[in-house]
């Protein structure tokens, strides 16, 4: 599906610009994020663009749900210059961003709650120079372990 021409044609046709898989051993193109344990989340930050194009996250909620019914406590969140804004991530919603240019984080859960996103990055771009690619492997092992330096 990540390498489908449909869904390309389609994150392309919302990004307003052409867009491509990010290469395969970039560890982060396509991730499976799975919020399990109660406080599971990731803090503010921008997703890192080492490429020399543009850089889009795509994040599709597979699973959001409490054991109390509805949605998970964990919220997609993001910055804005009026304050901290909640995206939907209901099961099933697709949400695309700029990432290096959204501040923005997935809110803590509560016990037993259970939140699980696809996550997919394209670029405009693939190039990437070399010190580039080294500083990318470095910030891929805080998330995959050291062998995110050899993949």
């Known amino acids: 599906m990540y390498h489908s021409d449909e869904l390309r044609e389609w994150v392309s046709s919302i990004a307003g610009i052409p867009v491509f898989p990010t290469p395969d051993g970039d560890q982060s193109s396509l991730s499976l994020l799975c919020y399990r344990e109660a406080g599971d ?77 696809l996550s997919m990055t394209f670029c405009t771009d693939s190039r990437i120079s070399p010190l580039k690619e080294i500083a990318r492997r470095v910030k891929d092992t805080a998330f995959f372990g050291l062998r995110a330096l050899w993949d």
Not at 72 to 98: H, P, Q, Y
């Open 41 to 117: 989340h990731i803090n503010w930050h921008y997703d890192h663009n080492f490429y020399h194009g543009r850089h889009f996250t795509v994040l599709l909620s597979l699973a959001n749900e409490s054991p109390k019914g509805g949605v998970s406590k964990s919220k997609l969140m993001r910055k804005t210059s009026k304050g901290e804004e909640s995206i939907d991530t209901s099961a099933n919603v697709l949400v695309l961003f700029e990432g290096a240019k959204v501040l923005h984080r997935a809110s803590p859960t509560d016990e037993g709650d259970l939140r699980i996103m």
